[in-house]
Every structure is written in structure tokens, then in C-alpha cells.
């Protein structure tokens, strides 16, 4: 599997620390989406972006960031104030509204 | 505000019998669905959209605007095809942001 990659495959989180989480592609696709997924609650939407220097919050922004300083590069950030993070991350990239590919995800635990 | 509903969490069917995954939607307009598949170890990935009415890996699903439902078949199920399945919508109002459904786990029986 090529094209999508996110690492690390798992990350430990210590209370009050921020962590990132890495994004890359290699489609050349402009638009890069992170997603939330718990179980039972399917994937829910937490950054995208549809161009270089620009991203928009999705449903579960609060306590996260993220930055689209290349358009291959879309890395979230899970900060302090994000007080439930345990969950596995999934990056995705789409170059038209009908598909979007996904990364192999990442599964963040708290310590 | 767009939602999916995925009623059944679990589905467990036998080698060989058909299976149906139910999805339901609200949305004002016309509606862009998928179902996403997710294998055991394997990365979450497009099964299958409406507007291609195509039939994947034996998989069908009928878009009905009556009923807003978009469910997923399959006439003879095999044991490859034990996964999780998502149903999603795409807002075109939205950035064609997509909306998920909880997802359904499929298992298949030999």
C-alpha cells in the first residue's frame, strides 16, 4: 500500500502533553481530511482541508489543530485540552467529491 | 443537517444466504451515497456509490428517495466478506463533506 501513509501506528499520549500525528500522500490530491473513529460511533470529522494554507473545522474540532503547509503534508495535533483522545485516527485524501482514500490509521492512547 | 443511520451493529449471516445492510438518511435534496468497507487489517475503503450502479464484489445498493434509504445487498454471502461496512453521504453544500453512519459488522458464517 502506497499513497496514503500516517505514522506513528501508535502513539502514547501523557496528561497535559500535545502530540502530532503525521499525514502524507502522494496522489497530488488537493483536499486531506482527519477523522475520529469510535466504536459505535462510525467516523466523525474533525479538520479538513481543501487547499494548500487553508482548512476548515469539522464536527469534533475542539481540541485539535492542524496545518496544510504542503499540499502532501496534512498533520493533526492533539492537544492538552482534547480531554478524551483515546480513539485511532484515520487521515484520508480526495482529488473529487466521490472518493476519498484512507491511511492505515493511527491509535492514540492515553498513559 | 445531513444524518446516516446504520440500525444493525452487528450482522451475522451464514455462507451462502443473502445479506442486507441497512442504511437510512435525512437530507434536503438530492443525495450523494457510498458504502465504505473496512477488512479485517486493512485500510477503510470505497465499496461502491450510487451514482456509479454498479455491482461490487456482488454487492448492490439501490438508492430509494421514498424511503431515503440506500441498502446494501448481496445475494450469496462469502466468508471474505466479514468486514465493517460504513454507509456515507456526500453534503454538495458542504464542501461534499461526508457524513458516516456508526457502521455495521458483517460476519459471515461458514
Known amino acids: 500500500d502506497g499513497g496514503i501513509t500516517q505514522s506513528p501506528k501508535y502513539l502514547f499520549r501523557k496528561e497535559g502533553q500535545n502530540v502530532t500525528l503525521s499525514c502524507e500522500q502522494n496522489?497530488?490530491?488537493?483536499?486531506m481530511y482527519w477523522y475520529r473513529q469510535d466504536p459505535g460511533q462510525g467516523l466523525r470529522l474533525i479538520y479538513y482541508s481543501q487547499i494548500v494554507n487553508d482548512f476548515q473545522k469539522g464536527d469534533i474540532a475542539e481540541g485539535y489543530s492542524v496545518s496544510r503547509e504542503k499540499k502532501e503534508s496534512f498533520p493533526l495535533t492533539v492537544t492538552s485540552a482534547q480531554k478524551n483522545p483515546t480513539a485511532f485516527y484515520l487521515c484520508a485524501s480526495s482529488d473529487s467529491w466521490e472518493t476519498q482514500y484512507f491511511g492505515p490509521g493511527t491509535r492514540l492512547l492515553v498513559l | 443537517a445531513q444524518r446516516v443511520t446504520q440500525p444493525e451493529k452487528l450482522l451475522s449471516v451464514f455462507k451462502g444466504a443473502p445479506v442486507e445492510l441497512k442504511c437510512n438518511y435525512s437530507y434536503s435534496g438530492s443525495p450523494e451515497l457510498f458504502w465504505y468497507v473496512q477488512y479485517s487489517r486493512q485500510r477503510l475503503q470505497l465499496l461502491l456509490r450510487h451514482i456509479s450502479r454498479e455491482s461490487i464484489k456482488g454487492f448492490t445498493a439501490d438508492l430509494n428517495k421514498g424511503e431515503t434509504s440506500f441498502h446494501l445487498k448481496k445475494p450469496f454471502a462469502q466468508e471474505e466478506d466479514s468486514a465493517m461496512y460504513y454507509c456515507a453521504l456526500s453534503d454538495w453544500r458542504n464542501d461534499y463533506k461526508l457524513s458516516f453512519g456508526a457502521g455495521t459488522t458483517v460476519t459471515v458464517r461458514a
Open positions: 496522489l497530488n490530491h488537493d483536499a
